[in-house]
């Protein structure tokens, strides 16, 4: 299977939270990370998480690491139509060769 | 601070040619990183580069290769193009070598069409 998975749709009302979800398969990730990708633009990180935490929050933002079942989730509160995107997670896989591990993105579309 | 910057942003080439593609890093970050994202299969990495040297390279064949110069900008070829190879090539560049919890900063990316 893939070393990284995320479903890849899904719809939400404005004004309602989002969580987007990840599952991974290393348990040596040391960082796990949240990009976002806009329509024509490269990725842009949101916001991480070390693996010796359970939860960060961030604004608007919430990462939840469970790592006995390997998952890794992203909660957007008050998500608005400007919040539309592509979000990626990635994974480390505690690899010190610089490569992260991507899934295929979750395509977030935030309707009125 | 000027982001990643990347060029051409677009380029549209026949199978069998060459194609450069060119990335200068955020001022003062040694590593870049090129991942290619085709349609429907995600980010794959392709190589690193630090300090002038190939770290680690993804499982691409030796038709895509690349180098950095000494400003820390690199540039990432593909030799005889396949049609499969059309996909947006992303540049990255971090502060420290590997991540480090930084991330990656990444550039808009070039779409390479093979035609």
């Known amino acids: 299977g893939e070393d990284v998975e995320q479903s890849l749709f899904l719809s939400v009302r404005e004004g309602d939270s989002s969580v987007i979800n990840c599952t991974y398969t290393?348990?040596?990730?040391?960082?796990l990370y949240w990009y976002k990708q806009e329509p024509g633009a490269g990725l842009q990180l949101l916001t991480y998480i070390f693996s010796n935490m359970d939860m960060k929050q961030d604004q608007r933002l919430t990462v939840l690491l469970n790592k006995k079942d390997k998952h890794l989730s992203l909660r957007i509160a008050d998500t608005q139509t400007g919040d539309s995107a592509i979000y990626f997670c990635?994974?480390?896989?505690?690899?010190?060769?610089?490569?992260?591990?991507f899934g295929r993105g979750t395509q977030l579309t935030v309707w009125p | 601070e000027a982001g990643v910057t990347q060029s051409p942003t677009h380029l549209i080439k026949t199978r069998g040619q060459q194609a450069t593609l060119r990335c200068s890093p955020i001022?003062?970050?040694?590593?870049v990183y090129w991942y290619q994202q085709a349609l429907g299969l995600g980010l794959q990495f392709l190589l690193w580069?630090?300090?002038?040297?190939?770290?680690n390279r993804g499982n691409f064949p030796p038709r895509f290769s690349g180098r950095q110069f000494p400003n820390y900008s690199s540039e990432l070829n593909v030799n005889a193009l396949e049609l499969e190879d059309s996909a947006l090539y992303l540049c990255?560049?971090?502060?420290?070598?590997?991540?480090?919890?930084?991330?990656?900063?990444f550039g808009s990316g070039t779409r390479l069409t093979v035609v």
């Open positions: 290393d348990s040596s990730s040391t960082y």
């Open positions: 580069y630090d300090e002038g040297e190939e770290r």
């Open positions: 990635a994974v480390d896989r505690g690899s010190t060769l610089g490569r992260l591990y």
């Open positions: 001022s003062g970050h040694t590593s």
């Open positions: 990255a560049s971090s502060l420290e070598a590997g991540h480090l919890g930084y991330g990656y900063t």
